[in-house]
């Protein structure tokens, strides 16, 4: 079973709030992702990391920054959250940078911003 | 631009029936790497099957299998024996050599009824 984790798993907030969505594995992966799913749409890949210290934008522009200063945490920030940040935000990661290698995924953050 | 396409959106059939779930996509590249993943209700994405675009022969997991048409671009997932456990959304999913960044599908909602 995939050992990475998200929290939490709901969110409402209100607009302007600064929130940060947390992303722990304990495989000790090298590649982590975040992914914003709308419901029942594809996933989007917002931002990604190869390593500590290693972060890129994906092809979704967002908003969010993120950071990777230990292996296995990977979180995500939102300064001033918005009506339009409500979405639903999965965490990946995966073993190497072997492009067939599997993505483990987290349960996801449902963000709900009023 | 690499595409994939899921034309049917949902999908509903008898538990042990058979299913086939549609994906086609659109690169230019010839070596790359397809995937299906699965996403329970309220539950983490797992990778179901993965195929190398290289390889002729269709991939196989259990009750899971892929028909692998590399000129028309298709990239097709059976299901044999469908269980209740099997209700899910299934993404296609692929990445080119070299890309490092899965690209999705819209999604196909399965409901096994039993």
């Known amino acids: 079973e995939a050992d990475i984790y998200q929290t939490p798993r709901y969110l409402v907030i209100g607009t302007g709030k600064k929130i940060t969505l947390e992303c722990s594995q304990t495989m000790g992966h090298d590649k982590m992702y975040w992914y914003q799913q709308d419901p029942g749409m594809e996933l989007h890949l917002i931002h990604y990391?190869?390593?500590?210290?290693?972060?890129e934008k994906g092809d979704l522009s967002s908003e969010s920054t993120v950071s990777r200063i230990r292996t296995e945490h990977f979180p995500l920030t939102l300064e001033s959250a918005r009506p339009s940040h409500t979405s639903q935000y999965l965490c990946?990661?995966?073993?190497?940078?072997?492009?067939?290698?599997?993505?483990?995924f987290g349960s996801g953050t449902q963000l709900s911003v009023l | 631009a690499q595409t994939v396409t899921q034309s049917q959106p949902e999908m509903s059939v008898q538990e042990a029936e058979t299913v086939t779930l549609s994906c086609t996509y659109d690169t230019s590249e010839s070596n790359y790497y397809l995937f299906w993943y699965k996403q329970p209700p309220s539950r983490q994405m797992i990778l179901v099957i993965r195929?190398?675009?290289?390889?002729?022969q269709n991939a196989t997991e259990n009750r899971f299998s892929v028909n692998f048409q590399k000129a028309a671009k298709s990239f097709s997932l059976k299901i044999s024996d469908s269980q209740l456990g099997d209700t899910a959304m299934y993404f296609c999913?692929?990445?080119?050599?070299?890309?490092?960044?899965?690209?999705f599908g819209q999604g196909t909602r399965l409901t096994i009824n039993p």
């Open positions: 195929q190398e675009a290289y390889k002729q």
């Open positions: 999913a692929f990445v080119i050599q070299g890309a490092q960044k899965l690209v």
């Open positions: 990391s190869y390593g500590v210290n290693s972060t």
């Open positions: 990946a990661s995966s073993a190497n940078r072997r492009v067939n290698e599997k993505l483990f």
